[in-house]
């Protein structure tokens, strides 16, 4: 492969993943907490995008299990999102680059 070659897919990753990293949006997940009770959806920007609550409860005294139930969803969400998007990311630059020991594009993300 000659610099010339290695500088054009450069070029074609770096659109690539800005193709990509734009599509994050699109993608989602949702996390669930407490059986089921609470649910927290987020995309692969990790914005939460909506939250649902089981109406049993919303009650002024079960406030601080809320809160609680709402915080695991949300973390398994946005977890279960970054596998995602980490997935979506790999395959829009799948066979641009040789495979290096030790290059990581995750932060890319």
Do not use: W, Y
């Not at 997940?29 to 959806?41: I, N, Y």
């Not at 995602?84 to 641009?96: I, N």
């Amino acid at each position: 492969m000659n610099m010339m070659d290695m500088f054009g897919k450069m070029k074609e990753v770096q659109s690539r993943m800005q193709d990509a990293q734009q599509n994050l949006s699109a993608i989602t997940e949702t996390g669930e907490s407490g059986a089921g009770l609470v649910k927290v959806t987020v995309n692969g920007l990790k914005n939460v995008l909506k939250i649902e609550i089981d109406p049993d409860l919303i009650k002024p005294d079960d406030r601080e299990m809320l809160q609680d139930l709402i915080v695991a969803a949300t973390n398994k969400a946005i977890g279960n999102i970054e596998t995602k998007a980490r997935e979506h990311l790999r395959q829009a630059t799948e066979g641009l680059l040789p495979n290096i020991p030790g290059l990581n594009l995750d932060g890319l993300m």
